[in-house]
């Protein structure tokens, strides 16, 4: 091999192994999966958790189309955001994106089912999320 080739060789085999090593810590993003309950007799609820950059928790709720809900997070650094998700024809939609605070009430979704999905916008973080929901309709 000339010179020529092994600076070549060895550029590609740098860059691959560089390559390599980014889709590993990209796949290494982990989503969370907690089921958000209410105290008995309550209509709201606290989370408190700690988050790592680029992962997700999943904060599934089982609600009534129509019903209204409050939703904040808060966050030392301000860094942490929150979606909330629901389910039409199988396919999971977001009402609202990357938010800190929302207010609403909630769309018709498959089960009844509803996601709060928090992740930070950098860095780890702890958060805090308040959940309040109205009483459903009967």
């Not at 209204?68 to 942490?80: D, G, R």
Request: proline share 4%; aromatic share 12%; no cysteine.
């Amino acid at each position: 091999m000339n010179r020529n080739t092994q600076k070549h060789t060895f550029w590609v085999a740098a860059i691959a192994t560089l390559a390599i090593s980014l889709v590993t810590t990209a796949a290494k993003a982990d989503t969370r999966t907690f089921e958000l309950s209410f105290p008995r007799n309550s209509i709201y609820t606290v989370v408190s958790n700690g988050i790592v950059r680029g992962n997700t928790h999943d904060h599934y709720l089982s609600a009534q189309a129509g019903q209204a809900i409050s939703i904040a997070l808060t966050s030392p650094e301000n860094n942490a955001v929150f979606s909330l998700l629901y389910q039409q024809n199988g396919t999971w939609r977001e009402q609202i994106y990357s938010q800190k605070a929302w207010f609403g009430q909630l769309p018709p979704s498959d089960g009844n089912r509803y996601i709060i999905s928090v992740g930070s916008t950098r860095g780890n973080t702890s958060y805090d999320l308040f959940v309040g929901i109205s009483l459903p309709n009967f």
